[in-house]
C-alpha cells in the first residue's frame, strides 16, 4: 500500500523544513513555498492532504485552496495561519471549505492527530472513488422541496428566507432551540440557517452539536462580524458551510444560501461524504441546556432515520427506474 | 382742566351737606339717657384717620374735619366729652370696632355686615362714589367699564360692600390708603380708584397729582352717618335725638368752615358763586402754575422711577450675567480640561491603533519562526529520545576499552549495536536534518529576538528621551515592523542619504514614519494598483534633514487641502482609522520638534510626504508620559 501523499505549502521554507521533519515518516510529504508549484502537484499527484500557509506573495492561502478544492475534490484542505483576521477565517469557510484552520504556533501532537485524521478520511474518499466534483453554483434540481430550518429570534430573516426559497424549499421557524428541536422531529431538515444574534454563546454551540451529531447537515450562519477566534471554532468545532456577515448584500446571502441546498442535495446522494465534516469536540463552555441538548440529540437521531429511509427509498426507485 | 376738577368738587360738595328738616336746637335728654351717660363716662370714639376734609387725625393727633365738628357740637348739646381713640387705618378702626373696642363712630355707611354691630343715626353727610381715573383713561369711564379696568379702592371703605353687591364681576382691588391708591393710579399701576370727591380732591390738592380726573359716577352714595355699638341702644338714641337736633345754620357753619378752608379762602359760601369767575381765573393761573410744575415733578419722578426701575433690572442683569458668565467660564474649562484628556487619550489610542495594526502582522511574524522554532525542538527532543540507546552502546565501547580480556560475545554484541545505530541514523537522514532543523530554530528564534527588539524601540512612545539618531536606521527599524503591511505587492524602494546625526525624540519620530508608510500603504491598497510602489529617501543639505515617503497610491482629493492636519479628520472608514494620524504628525515634527512637513498629492498618482528636521533642534514632548500616566490615572 503506497503512502498517502502531503503537500505543505508555505512562503517560509524553515515551516517546510520543520513540518516535513514530522511528518516525513509517516507519508510522502511533498513541499513547496511557491502556489503555482503546488497546483501543478495537485493536479499530478494524487495529493491526500493539503496544507497551507495563508499570507503568501502569490495568492493568499484561502485562494490556493479554493482551487485546490476544484482540482482534487478528494484532497482534505488545511489552512495555517499566523495570524487570523475575519477576512481570512470568513473566506476560509465560504472559499477554502477548509476541514481545518490551524493557528501558528501549531502543537506537534494536534497538527498530528489533525493531519492523521484528515489522511484517514481522504483515504476513503478516492478508495470510493466514485465521490463526483460538484459545483455548488449549478442549481441541481431536486426531486423533492429540500427542508429548511431558520432558527431565528426575530422573525424578519425568516420571511426573506421563505420568501426567497418557496418555489424549492419547505421553510420552517425556530424562534428557540427547543421549536428547532420540535421541527426537527417533523420534518425532514437538510439545511439549517441560523441567524446567530451578537454575544450569543447558544447558537453557535447549537450549530455544534447540529453537526456533530448528523454531519450530513449543510448548516449556515449568519452573523455579526465577531472575534476570529470565534469563527475558527465554527470551522473546525462545527463544520458550517457558510458565513454569512450580516451585512453582506441580500444577494450574496441568497447564492450562500443556495449553495448549501445543492450541497444538502449532492451529500444526500453521496453520504460517505458525511466523514469529512468530522467535527472536533466543541471545547467551549456548554451554554445549551443538558434538557435542551437532550432534546436536540433525540430528535437529530429521528430526522437521521427519516432522512435514511427517505433515502434508501429513493435509491431503490433509481433502481427500479435503470431496470 | 385740574383746577376746573377742583373746583368742580369742591362745588359738588357744597350741595352734599345733608339738609335736614329745621329742628328745635335744643336738645332734650331724658333722665335715663343723662344717667346712662353719667355712669359711661367714657365714651370711646375713633376717627377714620385719613378722610380728610371729613375726618381725619393730624400728625399732632388731633381730631380734624367736618365729622370733628359734628361730634364737638353734639358733645355741647348733650353735655359729654367722647374720648377720640385713633387706629392707623380706617379698616383698623372698624376691625376694632366689631372687636368693641370702639363705641362711637361719627363718620360712617351704614351697611348690612356693619349693621350686625352698629346702630346708625340719619345720616349727616352724603357722598358720592366717583370713579378717579388717569388722563391716559380718554372719556367718561361708566360703573360697566370698571369691568375691564385694574380698579382700586381703599380697604375697608364701603365701596366693596355697594359695588361688590351688585356687580361681583368687578374686581375691586384694595388699596392700603386712598392717598396709595391714587398715588398709583397717578403711576399707572392702577387704572381707576373710586372714592369719594371730598377726599380725593384733599389729596390730589396736597399730593399734586396733576394727571387724575373723575372719570365718572358709579351711582352710588355713601351717606355719613353717627353709629353706636349695637349693645348700646340708648347710646344710639341719644346720637339720633343729637343729629336730629342740629340745625340748618349749624350745617351751613359747619360746611363752609371746612369748604372754605379748602379752597383756601375766607369768603362766605354766598359769595362763592358771585366770585367764581374771578376766583376761576385766579385759581387758573395759580392752579396751572402748579399744575404744570407738579406734572413736570410728576413726570420727571416717574421717569426717574422708570429710570430706576431700570437700573435697577439693568444692575440686576449685570449680575446675572457675570454670573453666567463664571458659569461658562467654568463650565467651558471642565469641557476644555476634559477634552484635553480625552485628546491625549486618542492620540494615545491612534499610537495603539497603528500599533494595533502592527502588532497583527507582527503576531504573523513572530507566529512563523515560533511556529517551526517550537516543532524543531520537538522534532529534535524525539530525536534526542531515539539515539538514548546511544548511551549503551557508550557504556559498552568504555567496558571493552578498558577490559581487554572482554569476550568475543562481547565485542560482537558492541559491533552489532554500533552498526545498528550507523544504519539507523545513516537510512533517516536524521543527523543531517536535525543539523539543519537547530540551525533553523536558531535563525527563527534571532528572528522573533530582532522583532521584539524593534518593537521595544519603536514603541517607546510615552518616553519622552532626546537621542541623537540617524533617521536612516529609524526608517529602516520601522520599515521592519511595517513588513507586513509591504509583504504582498508592494515595492520598497529605499534611497538614504548620507545625512548626519540629529537630536530628536526618535520613539516620536518613528511614530510619524510608522503612520506615514501605513497610510502609503493604505492609499495603494484603496488605489487599487497591482503593483504598489512605496519610495523613502533621505537627505542632508547643511542645516536639514530631509525624508521623504512617497507612494503611487490614491492621492489626496484637493478638498481635503489642509483638513488632513486636523484632529479627527478622516476618509477611511469607520472604525479604520480615528483621523488622528497626521495630526500626531503634525504635531511631532512641527510643534515638537520645529521642523516642517509638507504634502504633495496628486488624486489616483499618489502622494509624497516630506519631513525636514533642524539639526540643531532637539524635541520638546508636548504631552509627555506624566500626562498620560495621570489619564489613565483619572480614567481608572
Known sequence: MSREALLIVDDESRVLRSLKAIFRSGYQVHTTTNCLEALQFLKNEKINTIISDQRMPEMRGVDLLHQARQISP??????????????????????????????????????????????????????VDHAPSYDAATCIEAVDKTGLLVLDKRVAISEVIKNLFRESCEVHYAQTIEDAARVFVRHPIKVVIVNVPPGNGDYPSFLKLVKSQYP???????????????????????????????????GRTRICIQSAINYAHHLGMHPELAERHRVEEDDAPQTISAVNRGRIIESMSMLKRRLLSMRTAAQSNRVQLSD | MRN?????????????????????????????????????????????????????????????????????????????????????????????????????????????????????????????????VSDRTPGTVSIDDLKSMRVASPAGYVWFDLI??????????????????????????LDA?????????????EDGLGNLRIGGETGYFFDLAFAARKDWPILHGILQKSVQSITEQEHRSIFDRWIQFSAGTGVSKNTIIGLVVGLALVILLALTFMFVNRLLRIRVARQTQELNKVNERLSQMNVDLEERVQKRTMDLEKAMLKLKKSQAKMVQSEKMAALGQMIAGIAHEINTPLGYAHSNVMVLKDFVARVRFLDDIIDSWKKVRSDESSSKEVVTVLFREVDHAINALNEEGLIAECEELAVDTLYGLDQISEITCNLKAISRLNQAKIAEVNLNDNIQRTLKLAKNLLKDNIDVDLSLG???????????????????????????????????????????????????????????????GKKMFDPFYTTKEVGQGTGLGLSICYNIIVKEHKGKIRVKTREGVGTRFMISLRTDVAGSPAIDADDLQQDRADTG
Request: hydrophobic residues 40%; proline residues 5%.
Open chain 1, 74 to 127: 478528494n484532497t482534505m484542505r488545511l489552512l495555517l495561519t499566523g495570524y487570523s483576521d475575519a477576512d481570512s477565517t470568513q473566506d476560509a469557510i465560504n472559499e477554502g471549505e477548509v476541514y481545518r484552520y490551524i493557528t501558528k504556533p501549531w502543537g506537534q501532537d494536534e497538527i498530528r492527530s489533525v493531519v492523521a485524521d484528515a489522511m484517514k478520511i481522504s483515504q476513503n474518499l478516492f478508495k
Open chain 1, 216 to 250: 450530513l447537515m449543510v448548516t449556515v450562519a449568519i452573523m455579526a462580524e465577531s472575534d476570529s477566534d470565534a469563527i475558527i471554532s465554527l470551522i473546525n468545532q462545527g463544520q458550517i458551510y457558510r458565513y454569512v456577515p450580516v451585512t453582506v448584500p441580500a
Open chain 2, 4 to 132: 376746573a376738577v377742583t373746583i368742580f368738587c369742591i362745588l359738588l360738595l357744597q350741595g352734599l351737606i345733608y339738609s335736614s328738616p329745621a329742628l328745635p336746637a335744643e336738645l332734650m335728654l331724658s333722665t335715663e339717657e343723662k344717667q346712662w351717660l353719667a355712669d359711661h363716662p367714657i365714651i370711646r370714639l375713633s376717627p377714620d384717620p385719613a378722610f380728610a376734609p371729613i375726618e381725619e387725625v393730624t400728625d399732632n393727633g388731633e381730631y380734624v374735619g367736618m365729622a370733628a365738628d359734628y361730634m364737638e357740637l353734639i358733645e355741647k348739646k348733650i353735655n359729654f366729652k367722647f374720648t377720640v381713640v385713633t387706629y392707623p387705618t380706617w379698616k383698623q378702626v372698624v376691625k376694632e370696632t366689631r372687636a368693641g373696642k370702639v363705641d362711637v363712630l361719627a363718620a360712617i355707611t351704614q351697611s348690612v355686615q356693619r349693621r350686625e354691630f352698629l346702630n346708625f343715626t340719619t345720616p349727616h353727610i352724603r357722598l358720592p362714589g366717583m370713579i378717579i
Open chain 2, 164 to 189: 361688590g353687591y351688585d356687580h361681583p364681576e368687578i374686581k375691586l382691588l384694595e388699596a392700603a390708603t386712598l392717598r396709595q391708591g391714587l398715588h398709583d393710579l397717578s403711576f399707572g399701576l
Open chain 2, 193 to 205: 380708584v373710586v372714592a369719594d370727591p371730598a377726599t380725593v380732591t384733599q389729596i390730589i390738592k
Open chain 2, 498 to 560: 548620507e545625512i548626519p546625526l540629529i537630536k530628536c525624540n526618535p520613539s516620536k519620530i518613528n511614530q510619524v514614519l510608522l503612520n506615514l508608510i501605513t497610510n502609503a500603504c493604505h492609499a495603494i491598497t484603496m488605489s487599487g494598483k497591482s503593483q504598489g510602489k512605496l519610495s523613502i529617501e533621505t537627505s542632508y543639505d547643511g542645516g536639514r534633514v530631509h525624508v521623504s515617503v512617497r507612494d503611487n497610491g490614491i492621492g489626496i482629493p484637493k478638498s481635503v
